[in-house]
């Protein structure tokens, strides 16, 4: 059996690699466009600021360990510029020598990837990207070229707030290069949910990182981005990190079926419209589990997930991909941010009814040293208690926590059942109540009814329904911070006074919302109508200042 392989890198390696150990005898060859082949993507952020200092521990594999050790033939610089299906065969040009030849094969996996989104505005050309290894080193000499210079003009401007562009802040900050990242959207990484994301958003501007949310480019001169809004930002050098689009040219070309993504179509075997052609990887759209839609999910995980049941479905084996959740996380400046299934706002836009729950425990237990605060907002089904998604952001703790409720929507496991996972606990580690511990148990409270919750975006609207909002918390933390126009009742002073508080439409905050939870059922015992802050005043107050960046 003769195997071609489109791409040298996440999905089409681990194919590659993953038939050779189920097909000793089958020939394999892979053509890889760029110089390189196996190379760690993710990791091209930190080599250009040197946090990553080896370039060579990049590169996972070379041409010819591949061919000593697995016996593949791969081929780099090297284009397949069109497919006949008909005749089972690609054409290829090698691009260091301009030669062009014809090689055919008998099973074809289409894994190009993803493309940089090139933005339609006078003076793109003059951006740079970041998608494999020659380019980070035009990025990393051209940012060093720029720190080591006497020009005026040092400032770095990047399009785009989502992974890559901020990764990319970080490192041109740990140049110590001025940085603004300009965002036509009003949050940076819009995967997320915006008080979720705000807390990301401050330590970046802590750190030096100018954030433009709601414009665009207009166009980009020699030494400037002109704003839509008529603005100039510096810019020495200019990035282009506007998210990224399938690369399925060759597929359209060959006639194969685009999905409504603009992915390319495949089943659950990753076979795509020819049944001789397979594909995975960026290029693809995958099957959303939580929406039963198709969706695009541009994540390593799931390239080598797929490229490995590629090589299963070539080999004989009846295998068949699981729908993706996409679960991702990004840290800068000692800070994380996480997300695994949906986000409210995209519960919502799918129009999938979800309650919502924002936790703020510490990482480890609190008398430990270096205990930090990770705030957790959980989505599920108000009906069946189906988790459907998590977010969490924090110093520490946060990959742990996604990871754990990644796995729970994978075995689907409810609310409920995170209150009795058991989890490794010492003080150094964990809390005797890890936060996942505690997401089952405020989670339970709300699914069962035991406290009702209101949102942080739903506040005003029910001030404006008449709704006295109380402030539960010590005087002192009343004067620090508050609500605007709240009442200050301490949880302690509470039951003596019931008097000032207006009994049929109440509603209560703290800080993170436990004391909350206590004045609730207190009140609720007294005959009052009243519903928790969700989050406390922690999670309003990044709604607040999310909407105001």
Excluded at 257 to 267: E, Q
Excluded at 407 to 422: K, P, S, V, Y
Excluded at 430 to 442: F, P, T
Aim: charged share 20%; glycine share 10%.
């Amino acid at each position: 059996m003769k195997v071609i392989i489109i791409g040298g890198v996440a999905g089409g390696m681990s194919a590659a690699a993953r038939l050779r150990r189920l097909d000793e005898h089958a020939e394999i060859t892979v053509y890889e466009m760029s110089e390189h082949v196996s190379y760690a993507n993710c990791g091209l952020p930190y080599f250009v600021s040197d946090v990553i200092s080896q370039r060579e521990t990049l590169l996972l594999q070379t041409p010819t360990a591949l061919w000593n050790r697995f016996r593949i033939k791969a081929k780099v610089q090297s284009k397949v510029t069109s497919i006949n299906r008909d005749a089972k065969t690609v054409t290829v040009r090698n691009l260091a020598t301009g030669e062009t030849f014809e090689d055919s094969y008998d099973k074809l996996v289409i894994s190009t990837g993803a493309r940089p989104r090139r933005l339609e505005i006078p003076g793109i050309e003059r951006a740079m990207w970041l998608r494999n290894v020659t380019d980070a080193d035009d990025v990393k000499a051209a940012l060093n070229s720029l720190a080591e210079s006497n020009a005026d003009n040092k400032s770095v401007a990047i399009l785009g707030a989502g992974f890559i562009g901020i990764e990319l802040a970080e490192n041109i900050r740990h140049l110590g290069l001025p940085v603004t990242i300009i965002q036509r959207s009003n949050s940076i990484l819009g995967q997320f949910d915006p008080e979720m994301v705000q807390p990301l958003h401050a330590r970046l501007e802590k750190h030096g990182v100018r954030i433009e949310l709601n414009v665009q480019a207009d166009h980009i001169t020699h030494t400037h981005v002109v704003l839509t809004d008529g603005r100039k930002i510096e810019a020495g050098l200019v990035f282009t990190a506007a998210g990224v689009d399938p690369d399925n040219s060759l597929a359209r070309e060959a006639g194969l079926k685009i999905g409504v993504t603009g992915g390319l179509w495949v089943d659950d075997q990753q076979r795509t419209s020819d049944p001789d052609i397979f594909a995975a990887g960026d290029a693809v759209e995958k099957n959303g589990v939580l929406t039963g839609e198709q969706t695009l999910i541009p994540l390593a995980n799931l390239a080598n997930r797929h490229g490995r049941l590629v090589a299963d479905v070539i080999a004989g084996r009846e295998v068949r991909a699981h729908a993706a959740v996409g679960t991702v996380i990004l840290g800068a400046f000692g800070f994380a941010v996480g997300i695994t299934g949906l986000s409210e706002r995209a519960a919502v836009k799918a129009g999938i009814k979800l309650q919502v729950i924002h936790i703020h425990p510490n990482s480890h237990a609190g008398y430990y040293p270096g205990a930090q605060r990770v705030s957790m907002k959980v989505l599920f089904d108000p009906e069946s208690g189906r988790i459907l998604g998590a977010q969490a952001n924090g110093e520490d703790g946060v990959d742990k926590r996604i990871d754990v409720i990644a796995t729970a929507m994978h075995g689907g496991l409810t609310m409920d059942d995170l209150m009795d996972l058991e989890l490794a606990y010492a003080p150094q580690f964990g809390s005797a109540k890890d936060a996942i511990n505690i997401a089952g148990y405020v989670g339970n409270n709300v699914f069962n009814g035991t406290t009702p919750t209101l949102q942080w975006h739903e506040l005003e609207t029910a001030r404006a329904a008449g709704a006295q909002v109380i402030d539960v918390r010590s005087g002192g933390e009343h004067g620090n911070g508050h609500i605007p126009g709240t009442l200050n009742i301490p949880v302690e002073e509470l039951r003596d006074r019931l008097n000032e508080i207006e009994l049929e439409n109440v509603v209560v905050y703290c800080q993170v919302g436990q004391r909350g939870h206590i004045a609730t059922q207190i009140l609720k015992a007294n005959g009052a109508n009243v519903r928790n802050l969700d989050g406390g005043y922690v999670t309003w107050s990044a709604g607040q200042r999310a909407i105001q960046s």
